[in-house]
């Protein structure tokens, strides 16, 4: 059961244009949202998140979108650059309750971005 | 050394091979993980320790153990692996605390090959 899904394997852009990343996701239980961006032989980097009491954060070049009751987030890049090109990962989290606890994240598949000079 | 760091970075082993990863961090977090991921799937979680505690084993073959000797160490002991373990194992760490801190940073990861 695939809670968090990137329906796009790939996408590819122009340089200077917008770059749109979209993630769905089925749990009404997940609270914060994140996106990772990830190279070729590196770990995932963390990149921008976003809690499900906001729509919408900005950092820079980068904003993600939360529509909640569409259970769906997207990522902008604008403007993309040829460095953007990555792999992206949309994860998505629901807070544990306990004694103990952690983050446990859910990923979706990832998107190849490619970003065109 | 910054981040969180994984040795070996390429490992290949038989599968009657006995080897271990490591993963330190250099964050000062108190929480770290295991995620294995193979070609074309998401991330899967593997192991949490928070707090130098185990608190979830995703369902993990028992030919891999993990062990957190401390809050800034954690390894994952191999042994009997099958073909189908080959894979990228990523170790990650973050900052619980009470109000949740949910963004892990992420190692460069292990690539492994079983042979």
């Known amino acids: 059961d695939q809670q968090v899904k990137q329906n796009s394997p790939s996408l590819s852009v122009q340089e200077g244009r917008i770059s749109i990343l979209n993630c769905d996701y089925t749990n009404s239980m997940f609270d914060y949202f994140l996106w990772y961006k990830k190279y070729p032989a590196e770990g995932p980097t963390f990149l921008i998140s976003i809690s499900s009491i906001k729509d919408k954060n900005e950092d820079g070049r980068f904003t993600v979108f939360l529509n909640k009751s569409a259970k769906h987030l997207s990522l902008h890049i604008v403007p993309s650059q040829p460095g953007d090109s990555a792999v992206y990962f949309c994860?998505?989290?629901?807070?544990?309750?306990?004694?103990?606890?952690?983050?446990?994240?859910?990923f979706g598949e990832g998107t190849q971005l490619t970003v065109n000079p | 050394e910054t981040g969180v760091t994984q040795t070996p970075r390429h490992l290949v082993m038989g599968m009657t091979n006995k080897k271990s990863l490591k993963c330190e961090q250099h964050l000062g977090h108190n929480a770290m993980y295991w995620y294995k991921q193979s070609a074309k799937k998401p991330l899967e979680l593997m192991f949490v320790y928070n707090f130098k505690e185990q608190t979830e084993n995703n369902s993990v073959p028992s030919r891999f153990s993990p062990e957190c000797p401390n809050s800034s160490h954690l390894f994952l002991h191999l042994h009997t692996l099958q073909p189908e373990d080959s894979a990228l194992y990523l170790c990650?760490?973050?900052?619980?605390?009470?109000?949740?801190?949910?963004?892990?940073?992420f190692g460069p990861g292990t690539r492994l090959t079983v042979t």
């Open positions: 994860a998505a989290s629901a807070r544990w309750i306990g004694e103990t606890s952690g983050s446990r994240l859910t």
């Open positions: 990650a760490s973050s900052q619980e605390i009470d109000a949740g801190s949910y963004e892990q940073y």
